[in-house]
């Protein structure tokens, strides 16, 4: 994908019913880690395809078909060109979060099931003053966020991780020992990477992402299905479960900790 091919692409996700992808594509477009992959014919982007290498570790995202152009393998041809593209840089563990309408595609090409992916969505708050424990992110905190993302998620996300985060984009959590203990990192498209260890630093993330809607807005993330305590926290919060997907993998094991999970950037970057 070339910077022409954004606005086409992201129109034909949007005609999909797969939401405006504009800022991810547009961001995704110039990034080193990421490889955006169109298919087209006279000219005519007919589905997109992404390839985020993290070191050993790769995700396989933004795999999206024209609803006109679909059941011709087109589907299958980005995949495998994905995979391809992942694997030539190394990687050996590939990850995905797939759609129930593109699980068996995933399935034929080796990808299986590691947990669910679950989605919860919740109203947004009225501001009841600032919390001592949230610090605006600086750049020093760096090393402390890159290490406990990387402990979470058994991958090394640094050069996304320094390129988006920011004061006005990343907040962090103070444990009692004055350290970073956890941070929220939110993409320009909306997406958000919450790491928390301690369930109660995630809540009190989420909680300021709530209070900053409003009580007439809403707000969304995603976890692990294997976070089970999260789960259970978040519903006591008064978030509702949406329906979700599938986390799937392909090839070597993935050592993570997913109760440490609270939210994803996008599926195409973890």
């Known amino acids: ?50 390839a985020t290498a993290y070191g050993a570790v790769g995700w396989v995202g933004a795999i999206f ?23 030539g840089r190394g990687c050996r563990t590939l990850l995905l979060i797939a759609s129930e309408h593109g699980r068996p595609l995933y399935e034929r090409e080796d990808f299986t099931v590691q ?47 320094d390129a988006l985060a920011a004061p006005e984009s990343t907040l962090v959590t103070i444990g009692d020992d004055g350290a970073v203990s956890g941070f929220l990192l939110r993409g320009p498209w909306g997406g958000g990477a919450l790491i928390a260890p301690d369930p109660d630093d995630a ?7 709530r209070r900053r809607a409003g009580p007439d807005g809403r707000v969304a993330t995603g976890l692990p299905g294997s976070n089970d305590t999260g789960r259970e926290r978040l519903i006591a919060e ?7 997907g599938t986390r799937m993998i392909r090839g070597e094991p993935l050592e993570w900790r997913p109760q440490a999970v609270w939210g994803q950037l996008t599926g195409s970057l973890g």
């Open 203 to 209: 809540v009190r993330l989420l909680a300021w992402r």
């Open 115 to 161: 947990t669910a992916h679950r989605r919860f969505a919740a109203s947004g708050l009225a501001d009841t003053g600032p919390d001592d424990r949230l610090r605006p992110f600086d750049r020093e905190m760096l090393p402390a966020i890159r290490a406990l993302d990387q402990e979470a998620n058994g991958e090394d996300r640094t050069s996304v991780l």
């Open 1 to 50: 994908m070339q910077a022409g091919d954004v606005a086409p692409a992201a129109d034909m996700m949007l005609r999909g019913d797969w939401g405006d992808r504009t800022a991810f594509l547009a961001w995704a477009v110039d990034a080193t880690s990421c490889h955006l992959i169109v298919a087209e014919e006279g000219g005519r982007v007919l589905g997109t395809g992404a």
């Open 238 to 244: 008064g978030w509702v479960e949406e329906p979700g």
């Open 65 to 87: 078909v024209d609803m006109e152009s679909r059941g011709h393998g087109i589907g299958r041809t980005l995949t495998r060109a994905v995979v391809e593209d992942l694997e």
